[in-house]
């Protein structure tokens, strides 16, 4: 791709496993990636763009402000920063739920927090939420773990990522209420900004990638008076492909299915007569 307009600027989890995830779908979406973690810009001529490689937390600050046109994060820091930057689309992975917590027995509901302190990392998003349920309380920012905050009388809940349950336990507490937000890596640009072809590439790029990854394809053969019936196990994105073979009567059937439940989808056409059924891996597809 050759262009005399500046390149893409797009903004990289810096360290972690977000970053690895991104990385590796950069790469499957024909990006080259840096091979050397302390390298913090890479500029891919051929596909006219550059990467930035920052903290996940400053990254929608800066889509959001303009220095650089499209970004990877998380939900929460998105929605946390402030920053006039919107999501675009999900990533499908860097699941994560943000919930409140606090001592064994002691709350039930977000309601019992009115008048309470609450120390998180998330002041944004946390004061958000509690204004959106009415809830008047003093939010603290504290970096890093924030489960000894109620031990050591700075807070009487908490709010923070939770994913098994076990460090709270640890510390003597316990989650309640519905979750405050459901998180998982977001593409993000500036709401209302132009940025043209080389953008629109990439966008198609990332959804071929996370299409393929949902997806196998899935071919067989089958006596032809039993197409219909496999067909409707088997109706592909738009249609199954549909060949005939040098057996009389027989055709072969290739067609796009969910990856979830496949083998389940195997011993279905199975018993409606198909054979040769096999599966095959997808790395990437324009749809």
Excluded at 24 to 52: A, H, M, P, W
Excluded at 212 to 221: E, H, L, Q, S, T
């Amino acid at each position: 791709m050759t262009t005399t307009s500046s390149p893409l600027r797009i903004a990289v989890p810096n360290k972690g496993a977000l970053s690895q995830a991104c990385v590796e779908i950069l790469r499957e979406c024909g990006y080259r990636q840096r091979d050397d973690s302390k390298k913090l810009t890479l500029i891919d001529t051929e596909n006219d763009v550059e990467f930035f490689y920052l903290r996940p937390r400053d990254i929608a600050l800066y889509v959001g402000h303009g220095q650089l046109d499209v970004g990877i994060t998380g939900r929460d820091l998105l929605l946390d920063s402030g920053a006039k930057a919107e999501e675009v689309m999900d990533l499908g992975f860097g699941g994560s739920t943000f919930r409140f917590a606090g001592p064994q027995g002691r709350f039930t509901s977000v309601q019992d927090l009115a008048g309470l302190r609450i120390a998180t990392s998330y002041t944004g998003l946390v004061g958000d939420y509690l204004t959106e349920q009415g809830v008047e309380a003093t939010v603290t920012r504290l970096d890093g773990a924030v489960e000894t905050s109620i031990q050591l009388g700075v807070a009487d809940a908490i709010a923070d990522v939770v994913e098994t349950g076990a460090t709270l336990r640890q510390a003597g507490l316990e989650t309640f209420g519905d979750p405050i937000l459901r998180s998982e890596a977001v593409l993000v640009t500036r709401a209302g900004a132009a940025l043209g072809e080389t953008y629109d590439v990439f966008l198609r790029r990332l959804r071929g990638v996370l299409v393929a990854r949902g997806y196998v394809m899935m071919d067989y053969d089958i006596e032809s008076q039993h197409v219909d019936a496999a067909v409707r196990l088997t109706p592909g994105i738009e249609s199954p492909t549909i060949s005939p073979l040098q057996r009389e009567g027989w055709v072969a059937v290739r067609a796009m299915v969910r990856r979830d439940g496949a083998q389940r989808l195997m011993d279905e056409l199975y018993d409606v007569g198909a054979r040769g059924i096999l599966l095959t891996e997808i790395h990437a597809c324009r749809i």
